[in-house]
Every structure is written in structure tokens, then in C-alpha cells.
């Protein structure tokens, strides 16, 4: 497995596109597949935020991105790890963390002190990774955990 920027890669924005709005539309309501591969495109300009990580062997299996804003209501916070996804046949085999670990070293050697998520679920995942929950709120009818990283 490897892990590269979308930038080398730009031909898997559809899929990681059409992965990211079955897996949740629900926490961007109004949001259409058209919608969020235009959003995409964004990912592939120079700038290290927004960037999309993908991990690819023989088929692409999963993405993590680190972007500016990822809570609308919560400007206060940046920038986020958000996007983490593995694709079903490929998950529990560790990929999910060398995503993640992948952007907050990322996220380290540009000069971040802090990463932000917001998750519905994965609160323990995360917490097992060194994050700790900043808050419990709603979130687009949805209760989810706002959690940081810190460098230390």
C-alpha cells in the first residue's frame, strides 16, 4: 500500500466523491454528487490545505484530507482532519490509521499545533490515536463528538 496526495491522482475524484456522498450525505444535507466533485477539484491546487490523501495498492481503498473549515458553525476551529474513509472490502486492516497518521504528520511538518475532527462514531477510534473530545454537540440533526489533536 501507498499513500499519495489526490493531486498525483486526480482520475479517483468521481469514486472518492461518490464514497464520501453515500457515506454522508446526511451530514451535508442539500450537497449533491455534482456538488461535492466540484468541491473536489479544489483539493488538487498547490496549497498543502485543502489535500486529500488517498491509499492506493492495486485499487484505491480509502481517503483522510485535511481542510481549512469542516463545521460551518465552528470557525474557531482549524484546520480539520476530515474525509477519513476505507472502502468495506479493505477496512480492519489498518488502513484507516495510516491515513490518518499520514495527515497529522503532514499536518506536523507544515508547523500545525492542532488538528480538529468532528465525528458521529468513531469517537474510540480516534481516541485510541491520541485525539481527545473537545465537546458532544448537534450537528445537522445528528449528535456528534468535536475532538483535537495536540502536538506535543
Not at 497518521?101 to 469517537?123: C, I, S, W
Amino acid at each position: 500500500m501507498q499513500i499519495c496526495n489526490l493531486k498525483e491522482v486526480p482520475q479517483h475524484i468521481e469514486t472518492l466523491a461518490s464514497w464520501h456522498q453515500q457515506e454522508w450525505h446526511h451530514l451535508n444535507p442539500g450537497q449533491t454528487l455534482a456538488m461535492r466533485i466540484q468541491k473536489m477539484q479544489k483539493y488538487l491546487n498547490k496549497d498543502f490545505v485543502p489535500s486529500t490523501f488517498v491509499a492506493l495498492d492495486k485499487n484505491i481503498m480509502g481517503s483522510a484530507a485535511i481542510v481549512d473549515q469542516d463545521m460551518d458553525e465552528r470557525s474557531e476551529f482549524s484546520p480539520w482532519l476530515a474525509s477519513v474513509y476505507v472502502e468495506p472490502a479493505y477496512r480492519c486492516k489498518g488502513i484507516g490509521t495510516a491515513l490518518v497518521n499520514h495527515v497529522v504528520e503532514q499536518a506536523k511538518l507544515k508547523g500545525y499545533r492542532e488538528l480538529f475532527l468532528y465525528t458521529p462514531d468513531k469517537d474510540k477510534f480516534y481516541q485510541q490515536r491520541g485525539w481527545h473530545c473537545l465537546e458532544r454537540t448537534a450537528y445537522h440533526g445528528h449528535d456528534v463528538s468535536i475532538m483535537v489533536y495536540h502536538y506535543s
